[in-house]
């Protein structure tokens, strides 16, 4: 059975730091594709950062330089680090895990940065 667990949300203050963990078990974590994505109110999931088996990352536009994705395979584990915090960036966090052609969704963290 898949298991996908974030942690780490809460309240933080407009340019503050965070840092989100997301721990798999049930996958052979080392060889997928894992991320985060997040939906705010009223809009669309949207992509935050992916980074590949391989170790390949990618960044939505509005993170770039501000947000740093990490994995430890060891541990099964990857982190989204989140600096410089914007009240836009206040969304629900949900971790994903994709193993072709399975993807799988963590039940989401809440994060909420005041201005």
């Known amino acids: 059975q898949v298991q996908v667990v974030e942690s780490g949300g809460g309240l933080v203050q407009t340019g503050g730091s965070q840092r989100l963990s997301c721990a798999a078990s049930?996958?052979?974590?080392?060889?997928?594709?894992v991320g985060w994505y997040r939906q705010a109110p009223g809009k669309q999931r949207e992509l935050v950062s992916g980074?590949?088996?391989?170790?390949?990352?990618n960044y939505a536009d509005s993170v770039k330089g501000r947000f740093t994705i990490s994995r430890d395979n060891a541990k099964n584990t990857v982190y989204l680090q989140m600096n410089s915090l914007k009240p836009e960036d206040t969304a629900i966090y949900y971790c994903?895990?994709?193993?072709?052609?399975?993807?799988?969704w963590g039940q989401g963290t809440q994060v909420t940065v005041s201005s």
């Open positions: 994903y895990i994709r193993q072709p052609p399975y993807t799988y």
């Open positions: 049930g996958v052979i974590f080392s060889i997928s594709g």
């Open positions: 980074i590949t088996g391989g170790g390949k990352t």
